[in-house]
């Protein structure tokens, strides 16, 4: 028996960065986003901590570079992606607090337009 899938949504501007990363790393993401609506967590993503519950966080790897994907699984009926990016920061895994911001952001005004 499978398992009902949600929906993707994307806020535009993840979408357009999203866009922008290499093919394989999409890839890679996609496969992982469609887990993550399929009602499980792929390996590569963790929860996102400081926004609260249903908050995840794609991260990979790629040729020295590292990108990431956020989505929201607790907004509505859909999986959100709220955020996808290039980290620029070479010290650290930790996710940047302008990133973290933006986040946030992107979050609340979803939860506004979606009630």
């Given amino acids: 028996m499978t398992r009902p899938t949600r929906p993707i949504s994307w806020v535009s501007a993840a979408r357009k960065a999203f866009a922008e990363f290499p093919n394989e790393v999409q890839a890679i993401c996609l496969a992982a986003l469609t887990v993550a609506a399929e009602g499980s967590k792929a390996d590569i993503a963790k929860p996102l901590m400081g926004l609260g519950s249903g908050i995840f966080e794609i991260a990979r790897p790629w040729r020295g570079d590292a990108y990431r994907v956020v989505y929201a699984v607790q907004i509505g009926a859909d999986l959100w992606v709220v955020h996808a990016f290039k980290k620029k920061a070479t010290r650290g895994i930790k996710t940047p607090a302008h990133e973290i911001n ?7 005004r979803l939860k506004e337009i979606l009630r």
């Fill in 102 to 108: 933006l986040v946030r952001d992107r979050l609340a």
